[in-house]
């Protein structure tokens, strides 16, 4: 029993001893190498091309990981992306079979020469260079053959230019444009890694805006700092968004209001809350209008399509309550009529009342002048003033009237001018 403990003590022995030589034959293989390549004569600013004529290949790809933020204020596209830059170094090449059949490195990029790869429609004020060492900090791949591979996440806000006329109802397209800050093309010639964009594995989505298309391009862009072209790698996302929440939260509390004003037109006019209402109204869409403009950037080369719809609505409810403040002004007045007002709003009705008022006064103007001679003077004038008064009780009654034809006429005008404010500003597109 002792003996099959020493030899499976010795036999463990001899596992660990294995192990540690060769994780220490790697280790020193692995420093070995290091210093073969990156000690000695190796200069990291030199570009890696054995024909200094000819400019270096280097493939750039971006994958979407989430799509962080579209800020309409600031016109700033927000995003997260894993971004994977390669090239080939040929200084920095070995043979395996002759450093213990090590295939990869793995390199501090603050060591070794690599792409001054930046965004050119950096937004982000905290950082200078969108990219290089500042937002690539992690390692670089080499492998035996030079193929260097430098993947590293990244969040970028890029400058956008936003056109937000049919906000909310809107679709923006944005560019980011990647390359080099100072090889032109005759140095580095940036290429597109994949034909076509794919999303990262776990892209999360964004609650306000759909991703729509994403579109890839290489160009040759000349600037006005340079005599030769640069090269850059472009990604265009065209960004949908979604209006549930915009519609829910800005459109439908306006269309409300807007025809809450109408309640107005039934009120009585006695009622003495039909100014106060519409004033109500027009103060609570001034406040949408301020929370419009706090979302919408500063700018006076395009008029979004909501705000246009608030201000109309502004204009015609100030309207409405001009309207109203002239329906009480009617049921309230005492002096005689307008002829166009009666010959326009109720005829019939108004010319009934004339043939019985008159009918009245004739009957008695008989009467009076079958008494005239039991009678005085006086009497004749009380007779006047009494017909005075019932004519002045005739013209209220006309102007009530005249107040209920309007109202009617108001609600109906005003319906319809909102229904077509609302349709019209709002729902057509170009």
């Known amino acids: ?133 500042e937002k690539f900090k992690t390692y670089v791949m ?40 100072t090889y032109d093309s005759r140095l580095i010639r940036m290429q597109q890694l994949h034909e076509t964009h794919e999303l990262a594995e776990k892209f999360i989505t964004n609650g306000d805006w759909r991703l729509q298309e994403v579109e890839i391009k290489n160009r040759l862009m000349t600037y006005t700092c340079c005599p030769h072209p640069f090269s850059d790698v472009t990604y265009t996302f065209t960004l949908d968004r979604k209006p549930n929440y915009h519609i829910l939260n800005l459109v439908v509390p306006c269309v409300i209001l807007a025809f809450i004003s109408l309640i107005s037109f039934y009120l009585p006019p006695d009622c003495g809350e039909r100014i106060g209402l519409s004033i109500t109204v027009l103060l609570a869409l001034s406040v949408y209008l301020l929370i419009i403009s706090d979302k919408l950037p500063e700018t006076s080369d395009y008029v979004p399509r909501l705000g246009l719809y608030y201000m109309c609505l502004m204009g015609e409810l100030a309207l409405a309550l001009a309207a109203t403040a002239v329906s009480i002004k009617c049921h309230h007045s005492r002096t005689k009529p307008p002829k166009i007002l009666m010959r326009l709003i109720r005829p019939k009705q108004v010319k009934v009342r004339s043939i019985s008022v008159r009918s009245a006064i004739d009957e008695e103007s008989e009467e009076n002048h079958k008494n005239q001679s039991a009678q005085n003077g006086g009497v004749v004038k009380q007779n006047e003033e009494r017909n005075e008064e019932e004519n002045k009780e005739t013209w209220c009654e006309n102007w009530m009237d005249i107040s209920l034809c ?19 500003t709002l729902f057509s597109r170009n």
């Not at 193929?147 to 006329?165: G, N, V, Y």
């Open 1 to 133: 029993m002792s003996k099959m403990k020493l030899i499976l003590s010795l036999y463990l022995l001899t596992l660990v001893y294995e192990a540690s030589h060769v994780y220490a034959t790697r280790g020193t293989f692995e420093k070995e190498l290091r210093d073969k390549l990156l000690g000695g004569d190796y200069d990291k600013t030199v570009r890696p091309v054995k024909d200094h004529n000819k400019p270096l290949n280097v493939s750039f790809g971006l994958r979407l990981s989430k799509l962080v933020e579209l800020d309409t204020k600031n016109q700033l596209l927000v995003v997260d992306v894993w971004i994977v830059q390669s090239w080939n170094n040929p200084f920095l090449s070995w043979n395996e079979s002759e450093h213990g059949g090590i295939h990869t490195l793995h390199i501090q990029p603050e060591t070794m020469w690599v792409p001054d790869t930046v965004l050119y429609d950096n937004g982000d004020e905290d950082v200078s260079q969108a990219g290089f060492l």
């Open 142 to 181: 080499l492998n035996s053959n030079g193929t260097c591979t430098w993947m590293a996440p990244a969040t970028f806000k890029s400058s956008c230019e936003m056109d937000l006329t049919n906000f909310p109802f809107d679709t923006q397209a944005c560019d980011m444009t990647f390359g080099s800050w």
């Open 406 to 424: 309007l109202d009617r006429f108001f609600l109906v005008t005003f319906t319809v001018l909102f229904a077509a404010t609302t349709f019209g």
